[in-house]
């Protein structure tokens, strides 16, 4: 009996383990950066601009890439993930666009030892996928301008929106994600242009 015992005991463990070597491999996303910024001869704007980090919710601080089932019910997809959490990624790839774009005398990170005329900060609401009688790819984030010497918010920039995904799988519902964040991105920097353009101007008349 006890040679039964053991021998069942020896067959559960070679299942288990069996089962481990057969696991799924994990597959990894990431946002791309659009390459087609074009910085000019010298900065339009002569201000130094901070980049902070992008605040959001302990459900975007992690890698797993997030689903919507019939507008209620979130998840995350256990094998497709992001290379970095949204919120780090979604920072990267702003800090990477304004820093080539050229139209700003500098840009760094947020960080004690570095002053800044302005201090751009956001929050990630949404990056997932919404299920539906269409499958769509939300993304919303809201980003704000503070005035370093006063500390008031200056500027403010709200984006929604969903994109149509084409396709049913995954790697469809990334591109759709990425494309949509890429939009929120342009909508963004346009905002700030207006906004810098305008002030500068108004600074540099004042300064006269």
Same mark, same amino acid.
């Given at each position: 009996?006890? %040679?039964?015992?053991?021998f069942?005991?020896? +067959?559960? %463990?070679l299942g288990i383990l069996?089962? %481990?070597?057969a696991?799924?491999p994990?597959k990894?996303y990431q946002? /791309?950066v659009?390459?087609?910024t074009?910085?000019?001869a ?5 201000? &130094?601009? =901070?980049? *902070?980090?992008?605040? &959001? ?5 992690d ?5 919507? #089932?019939?507008h209620?019910? +979130? ?7 992001w ?5 780090? +990624?979604?920072?990267?790839?702003l800090?990477?666009? =304004?820093?080539?774009?050229g139209?700003y005398q500098?840009?760094h #990170?947020?960080? #004690? ?8 900060? *956001? ?16 993304? &919303? ?6 005035d370093s010497?006063t *500390? /008031? ?19 469809a ?11 929120? =991105?342009?909508?963004?920097r346009e905002?700030l242009?207006?906004y810098f #353009? ?11």
């Open positions: 009996m006890r %040679c039964k015992i053991i069942s005991s020896l +067959m559960l %463990c069996d089962g %481990c070597g696991a799924r994990s990894f946002l /791309a659009p390459g087609d074009a910085p000019g010298e900065p339009a704007y002569p201000v &130094t601009l =901070l980049l *902070g980090p992008i605040g &959001t919710s302990s459900l975007y601080r890698d797993r890439i997030v689903y919507t #089932s019939n209620e019910a +979130m998840g995350t997809y256990q094998y497709e993930r290379a970095e959490p949204p919120s780090e +990624m979604i920072r990267e790839v800090f990477r666009e =304004l820093r080539s774009s139209r500098e840009i #990170s947020l960080r #004690s030892d570095v002053h800044g005329d302005y201090v751009l900060r *956001g929050h990630l609401f949404d990056l997932r996928e919404l299920d539906g009688k269409v499958l769509t790819a939300r993304v &919303t984030f809201e980003f704000e301008l503070h010497r *500390g /008031a918010t200056v500027w403010q920039r709200y984006y929604s929106h969903d994109e149509p995904v084409d396709g049913k799988d995954v790697p519902v990334v591109a759709a994600l990425n494309r949509n964040v890429v939009s929120g =991105l342009s909508d963004l905002g242009d207006q #353009s305008t002030h500068t101007a108004v600074a540099s008349r004042g300064a006269r």
